[in-house]
């Protein structure tokens, strides 16, 4: 685990420099520092935005900039909080406490195949961890990328999935449950795009993120089919509340996601999860 900053109690003042729209109710701030930047966060790991006199959310890095100043948080418009940082307008202020939480394991990756699984919102904390390892290709063996989403609407990141499937040696897929008119692609959920997804069980890392359901069935799915449960990681963003492990309101049985995930491994995470009422 990643240890925060120094004073992680304080924000941070961070300039949404652009904000990008993904779906109806979701966006992508693109933040820089005011003054002194927070150190640099790991793929995966997540910081508390507050919006001046609202409050603050955990949200997920969903891009990191070398040398580490410039961060992407992809916030959905679901509440009081999140429906201010949504609408925060290039030039105004928020601020920003992390680096929180765990981080994607990909040194377990390095030799092997990547498999990542996401689901709708749940590509943002994954899309830096698939601009890694497409940054070090020489590491990894072969990338799959499987998305799923409700409906064309509801996809994110369209250009970086498009840009991800012209990349030499990678393969990507999408999928939605309800299509539109307009919608030419897979239909049904994003377990059944792994038929086809060009992965040696026993040397794949897999990397899961999404509703608990989807990762559960997932999971399942390439335990089955030979990965080992230690090779596969899910990212847990449930109900994370103080970032610090002290409100206890993302408890996941002995574990408290915002200090022991969200990252976790499915050693830990499926005997968890089996209980749908933790």
């Known amino acids: 685990m990643s240890a925060p900053a120094a004073d992680a109690t304080v924000p941070v003042p961070y300039r949404v420099v652009r904000s990008r729209r993904q779906t109806h109710d979701t966006a992508t701030l693109v933040l820089e520092p005011s003054g002194p930047a927070l150190p640099p966060f790991a793929p995966?790991?997540?910081?508390?935005?507050?919006?001046?006199?609202?409050?603050?959310?955990?949200?997920?890095?969903?891009?990191?900039?070398?040398?580490?100043?410039?961060?992407?948080?992809?916030?959905?418009?679901?509440?009081?909080?999140s429906g201010a940082l949504h609408g925060t307008a290039p030039g105004a202020g928020i601020g920003v406490r992390g680096p929180f939480g765990t981080a994607w394991d990909l040194a377990r990756a390095r030799g092997g195949d990547v498999l990542v699984v996401a689901g709708g919102i749940g590509l943002a904390p994954l899309r830096p961890l698939v601009r890694a390892v497409l940054g070090a290709p020489e590491q990894y063996g072969r990338l799959s990328v499987l998305v799923g989403a409700r409906g064309p609407a509801d996809l994110p990141f369209r250009d970086d999935v498009e840009a991800w499937a012209e990349a030499p040696g990678v393969h990507v897929a999408v999928t939605v449950d309800r299509p539109d008119r307009r919608w030419r692609g897979?239909?049904?959920?994003?377990?059944?795009?792994?038929?086809?997804?060009?992965?040696?069980?026993?040397?794949?890392?897999?990397?899961?993120?999404?509703?608990?359901?989807?990762?559960?069935?997932?999971?399942?799915?390439?335990?089955?089919?030979?990965?080992?449960?230690?090779?596969?990681?899910?990212?847990?963003?449930?109900?994370?509340?103080?970032?610090?492990?002290?409100?206890?309101?993302?408890?996941?049985?002995?574990?408290?996601?915002?200090?022991?995930?969200?990252?976790?491994?499915?050693?830990t995470a499926g005997p968890l999860l089996a209980y749908r009422e933790l």
Do not use: K, W
């Not at 006199?53 to 100043?69: A, Y």
């Not at 608990?212 to 399942?220: I, L, P, S």
């Open 44 to 81: 995966g790991q997540f910081a508390m935005l507050y919006a001046f006199g609202v409050g603050e959310v955990p949200v997920s890095v969903s891009g990191i900039t070398s040398p580490g100043r410039r961060l992407e948080h992809t916030v959905r418009a679901v509440g009081r909080v």
């Open 186 to 267: 897979e239909v049904g959920v994003v377990t059944a795009l792994l038929d086809r997804a060009p992965f040696t069980p026993a040397r794949t890392a897999a990397f899961l993120c999404g509703p608990e359901v989807m990762m559960r069935a997932a999971a399942r799915d390439l335990l089955h089919r030979g990965v080992p449960a230690t090779r596969v990681q899910v990212s847990l963003e449930r109900n994370m509340h103080c970032a610090t492990g002290h409100c206890g309101h993302c408890q996941l049985g002995p574990l408290l996601l915002c200090r022991d995930g969200p990252v976790v491994d499915y050693c």
